[in-house]
């Protein structure tokens, strides 16, 4: 808790100033008076100043007409409290030169000072300064801004639900025949899409069966080219066998007529 | 007017109270107001050492120029005339301080200037300054002169410290070194009993005051109440009427104040630690809530053939606007590395979803008209773009911590911090021991050769019974061979036979330390913290020396450690103590200040005691904050023959 010693010191003062009375020491006051005012008076702090009342200003005028600004105006309040829209365009275009001004001005105050100080704290200092004083701009912009975007959302908001009725039905019209022609295409367009689709999918079977009995055929083939070599070896080996057989059957056929003959010629031998 | 009191803790912490006097000063000593839109003031603000000190835990650069202050400046610098702009002092009421400020006057530097003496002035100085200002015609321009009575430090909600600027005046060697002078003495005391004064003052409200009895704080407990006392009975301007109750105090109960000396407890300045906050003021350069670090300085070598890194420093500021770090303060180490990635995961998915309405807005921004920017659209951005600064300030104080943490990691990890830890939890809860001290010591592998020394001191503190001859000397050989300096055995010897001889030794309770395991491992590897080989060690919850003090005065238990305590009551009419304690109902609130110095391992302690305990509310606060290294210069610097406990 903080303990406020003005006063003390204010007694200390005058104290002291009993006291060296008492004693004779007096302060040449004039002289010092002098030397105050030969100390060169910078312009910063008063232009700074300026600024700020300014940016008060324009503060205080949008606020002071804010609820008016921002009300809908709506059928049952008076026309005197409603405010029209080119009073509106008004307050934009006189807010928006004023920050701008204003803006303007903090930019020459900032050059001036770069150009004029040598000593850097006072650089840093004036610099500072013109930074809240931009903050300051900035918040009051803003106070600006808010009300502005209520202002633009409630006219397009507007615009959406009061646009002239004739235009309105031609256009209508003509969207309406548009969006049907669009329509009737998008649904051509959908048949022949499934259609396409249906075809694609049986081709894909078909492409499917057919690499299945490719390789059916294949077996087939090769099987068919092997039983071909067999019935070709084997009408070989019959006709060998054939010849064999022949031959065989020849040779049967001598020795049973020889035999024949031998048993005639043994008959007639032993006759 | 001040709303229906509750029968809860206090309305605001000390930290916001002094905040709220730092802001109500800045503002020209008036109340802020509350529109935002209104017009700046500018002003410059030039402070000493000790209001540096005051105002950087608790204000921000930033904050300052929000409140208009353009140029901060040291008192005893060189400062430019800026005759066109209003100057707030804020400092010490000292001889220098007030000579520079009559020269301020004298030179006609500033428009106005508003004089805060952060302790109060003597009305001698503050004649000093009336006949400089009478000289120099300027008596107009001194708008306002005020006693702040701000003089401590609060670096957090619920701790302070007296201060930082020439701590070593306060310091535990300063109180306890053998060759002190009665006159010394008394003026040590008298700055600390300032500052608490100070502290209370700001508070709001009386204590009742309890204190041990021959040691320094019962020099600083007798002298505390004799100032409040004297405040209370001057009515004209006691500082405890009217105002200050009303605005600070809305509890029915005075808080308990209790004062103990840094020699009840010589270990837990030694200890090492487990918790991130302690972490950090053990092993980097931490104060004032900022940490310094070099930048770069890792673990990795430069590739051979590279140009050495050039070190950079870097300055983190841990401040009460960190989440994080509010969060994670207190918590175990290896908990913090987990936090810290999960924190870095979820950001990475927020800069994602903010990527992705980006594109979207790209993609989509070409088709529609000007209508549809008020739709919903337009809201997503709005919000996509306004949630920018948080993310990309949650970014910052990610990297924040994960350096800080990286660089605690890398001191853990080379001086392999987590086996002392663990060791000297079980020396200090006397529980049975799997590794001999001496191989500790004699692995070269394991800590610097301080860490070495801090384990064996604990260990010579907390054993019941001391060490053979001959063990004591194969323990200070070990220690030689490891490179430690033994000077702070002979003060920690005498000590220790004092402490015998005075009370029983101090019990630290039974912690213990449970080792968490393989499985911590495997879910820490995914992490950027790699935390292979160190244990997840998990504290079980035991009280430190002071904690158990607090717990037993707070309480009203009965102890042999604590029954004869002194007990002041500065509004009492008549006695300054009786050993009955009035009160008979358990406190609700205290103020713990350790004469001598202290550390965040016990302030730690007494947070998770205070977070056990439904409804209580405990402020640490400390002479001076050090850690195990400073600690050890003091100790190896208060040699002493005769023991300084009266």
Redesign the interface.
């Known amino acids: 808790?903080?303990?406020?010693?003005?006063l003390?010191?204010k007694a200390?003062?005058k104290?002291?100033?009993t006291r060296?009375k008492a004693i004779g020491i007096g302060?040449d006051?004039t002289k010092?008076?002098i030397f105050?005012r030969t100390?060169p008076?910078?312009g910063?702090?008063p232009k700074a100043k300026e600024v700020?009342t300014n940016i008060?200003k324009l503060?205080d005028f949008l606020l002071q007409h804010r609820k008016d600004y921002v009300s809908a105006g709506s059928l049952i309040s008076s026309d005197l409290t409603r405010m029209t829209d080119s009073e509106r365009d008004q307050i934009d275009q006189d807010a928006q030169i004023f920050m701008r001004t204003c803006s303007e001005a903090i930019k020459q105050l900032r050059n001036e000072a770069e150009k004029k100080v040598t000593?850097s704290?006072?650089k840093?200092?004036?610099?500072?300064?013109l930074?809240?004083?931009e903050?300051?701009l900035k918040?009051?912009c803003k106070?600006y801004s808010e009300q502005r975007a209520i202002r633009?959302?409630r006219m397009?908001d507007k615009k959406?639900l009061y646009v002239p009725v004739k235009i309105t039905f031609y256009f209508e019209q003509e969207n309406q025949r548009l969006v049907s022609e669009m329509n009737s295409l998008v649904d051509e367009v959908r048949q022949i899409e499934g259609k396409v689709v249906e075809i694609s999918r049986l081709q894909e079977i078909f492409a499917e069966k057919v690499l299945q009995q490719e390789t059916e055929i294949d077996s087939i083939h090769q099987l068919v080219v092997g039983a071909t070599e067999n019935v070709k070896e084997g009408n070989e080996d019959i006709r060998e066998a054939i010849k064999n057989n022949a031959g065989f059957r020849v040779w049967i056929l001598f020795f049973l007529v020889m035999c024949s003959f031998s048993l005639l010629f043994l008959d007639w031998y032993d006759s | 007017a001040p709303s229906l009191p509750t029968t809860s803790k206090m309305a605001a912490s000390v930290r916001e109270k002094q905040t709220v006097?730092l802001k109500?000063?800045l503002n020209f000593?008036a109340p802020p107001l509350k529109n935002?839109?209104a017009?700046?003031v500018?002003k410059?603000l030039i402070y000493d050492r000790f209001g540096q000190d005051i105002i950087s835990p608790l204000l921000s650069v930033k904050e300052l120029?929000d409140m208009?202050?353009?140029?901060h400046?040291l008192l005893h610098s060189d400062?430019?005339p800026?005759?066109?702009?209003p100057a707030i002092y804020f400092v010490m009421p000292t001889e220098e301080n007030i000579d520079r400020i009559c020269q301020d006057l004298r030179n006609?530097l500033y428009e106005s200037y508003y004089l805060?003496f952060i302790s109060?002035?003597s009305?001698s100085k503050?004649?000093d300054?009336?006949?400089a200002?009478?000289?120099?015609?300027a008596?107009s321009q001194?708008?306002?002169?005020?006693?702040?009575?701000l003089n401590f430090i609060t670096l957090e909600d619920d701790m302070f410290i007296l201060c930082h600027q020439n701590k070593e005046l306060i310091s535990y060697h300063a109180i306890n070194r053998p060759d002190i002078q009665d006159t010394d003495m008394d003026a040590i005391m008298d700055t600390i009993v300032d500052s608490l004064f100070c502290f209370f003052?700001?508070l709001?409200a009386v204590p009742i005051i309890r204190c041990p009895r021959g040691n320094a704080a019962e020099m600083v407990a007798v002298k505390l109440d004799k100032k409040l006392r004297e405040n209370l009975r001057d009515a004209r301007?006691s500082?405890f009427t009217g105002?200050?109750m009303a605005?600070g105090q809305f509890s029915f109960q005075r808080p308990l104040f209790v004062l103990a000396d840094r020699n009840v407890d010589m270990a837990t300045p030694l200890h090492h630690t487990w918790t991130y906050q302690a972490l950090i003021h053990d092993v980097l350069d931490f104060h004032l809530n900022r940490v310094m670090m070099e930048e770069g300085a890792g673990a990795e070598p430069s590739p051979a053939g590279a140009r050495p890194k050039k070190k950079s420093r870097k300055t983190y500021d841990l401040t009460a606007a960190d989440k994080f770090w509010q969060k994670h303060k207190g918590s175990p180490f290896p908990e913090v590395a987990e936090s810290v990635q999960e924190e870095l995961d979820t950001y990475r998915a927020q800069e994602d979803e903010v990527k992705r309405l980006k594109s979207i807005m790209g993609l989509e921004g070409e088709d529609e008209g000007?209508?549809s920017m008020?739709s919903d659209n337009t809201a997503k951005l709005t919000s996509a773009v306004s949630s920018l600064p948080e993310l990309l300030e949650k970014k910052r104080l990610i990297d924040l911590h994960t350096n800080v943490a990286t660089a605690v990691l890398d001191h853990i990890k080379s001086r392999k911090l987590d086996v002392y830890f663990e060791y000297e939890e079980k020396l200090m809860s006397k529980s049975t021991l799997d590794k001999s001290l001496l191989d500790i010591i004699s692995d070269p592998d394991a800590g610097t050769p301080e860490d070495k020394m801090r384990l064996f001191l604990i260990y010579y503190i907390t054993t019941q019974q001391a060490p053979t001859e001959s063990d004591l000397e194969q323990y200070k050989k070990a220690l030689l061979d490891a490179g430690c300096d033994l000077s702070p055995l002979t003060y920690i010897k005498q000590w220790k036979a004092f402490t015998k001889m005075a009370s029983t030794p101090a019990n630290y309770g039974n912690s213990g330390v449970k080792p968490m395991g393989l499985f911590s491992r495997v879910m820490n590897t995914g992490s950027q913290f790699v935390m292979e080989g160190v244990k997840n060690l998990v504290l079980k919850q035991h009280n430190l020396p002071v904690t158990r003090i607090l717990d037993n005065l707070m309480e009203m238990k009965s102890h042999p450690e604590t029954d004869d305590y002194r007990y002041f009551d500065p509004k009492m009419l008549r006695g300054s103590e009786s050993s009955i304690p009035r009160n008979k109902n358990p406190f609700q609130e205290a103020i713990v200040f350790v004469v001598g110095g202290g550390n965040y391992i016990e302030y730690q302690n007494l947070v998770d005691y205070t977070k056990s305990k439904q409804g209580k509310k405990v402020v640490y606060g400390c002479s001076e904050l050090f850690n195990s290294a400073q600690f050890i210069k003091q100790v190896r610097a208060a040699d002493c023959s005769d023991m300084m406990l009266l």
């Open positions: 808790m903080a303990v406020d010693r003005t003390l010191f200390s003062v104290t002291v100033k060296n302060f006051s010092d008076e105050k100390r008076k910078s910063f702090s700020i008060t503060k000593s704290q006072i840093e200092h004036r610099g500072a300064v930074d809240l004083i903050m300051y918040g009051v106070l633009v959302k397009v959406r | 006097a109500r000063m000593n935002t839109a017009e700046p500018w410059v120029r208009g202050i353009t140029l400046l400062r430019d800026i005759p066109d702009v006609q805060n109060a002035i009305r503050l004649e300054i009336a006949s200002a009478l000289a120099a015609n008596v001194v708008t306002k002169v005020f006693d702040q009575y003052v700001t709001g301007n500082l105002d200050s605005a000007a209508i008020l």
